[in-house]
Every structure is written in C-alpha cells, then in structure tokens.
C-alpha cells in the first residue's frame, strides 16, 4: 500500500546522508543557538524534523518517553525494562528547553524549533 512512499523517504533519507543535502538549518526556539545543520523534514508533520546529528544539545538519558495516540509523547510506562521503542528527551544544552528526542537507533526526532531554508 505504502511501499512507494517507503521507497521515496528511505530515498530521501539516504540522500540526506551527504553533507551539503538538507531541508533545513534547525536552531533551539528559545535562545537560538543552531543545533542542527543535517535534517530531513518530516513527510507529513511539517514542523518535524529527523537528523542522525545535533550540536549544542544534551540528551537525558532517564527521561524516558514513547509515542502515544495522534504522535504525542507520553511518558514511558514504569517498569523494570524500558520498552523497545522508548525515547530520550533531548535538550538545548545553553538554556535546557525541549528540542526533541532521540530512539533506540540514534536517530533524532526534532520539533518545536525554529527551521530556516
Ligand atoms: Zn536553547
């Protein structure tokens, strides 16, 4: 059903490897400092971007959250084992505001910042 658009992003995610190839230069909304110069907006969430990259940020590695309905982060659920899919809270390292997070596979899910073309 999806497969072409799979193909398409994993397409565009590769490409995105390549220095020089990006949607967009992200800065942290609340003090500006640049934290990502590498990203690949995301295909349906105008406002979200994905970087395998980030400068100027800090990842808490206790704050543990997942996906909850409609793409909202909810706090991951209590227990001795984290679930597979859990994610880190990543904060602008200068002021400490919310930048995104990062999954299991290192990947950054960035949003809430400011994007420039
Ligand atoms: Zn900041």
Known sequence: MH???????????????????TDAVLS?????TQICFVC?????????FRARAVVHCRTLEHEKYV??????????????VPPPDALRLVVCAPCGSRVG????????????VLASF
Do not use: I
Not at 28 to 32: E, G, L, N, V, W
Not at 102 to 111: N, S
């Open 3 to 21: 497969d072409k658009d799979a193909d398409e992003r994993d397409a565009a995610w590769v490409a995105e490897q390549h220095p020089g190839a």
């Open 101 to 112: 997070v990062v999954d299991a596979d290192g990947d950054y899910h960035l949003f809430g």
């Open 67 to 80: 996906f909850g309905p409609r793409g909202l982060l909810v706090p991951a659920p209590d227990g001795p």
């Open 40 to 48: 690949q907006r995301h295909v349906r969430f105008p406002d979200q």
């Open 28 to 32: 942290c909304a609340m003090c500006f």
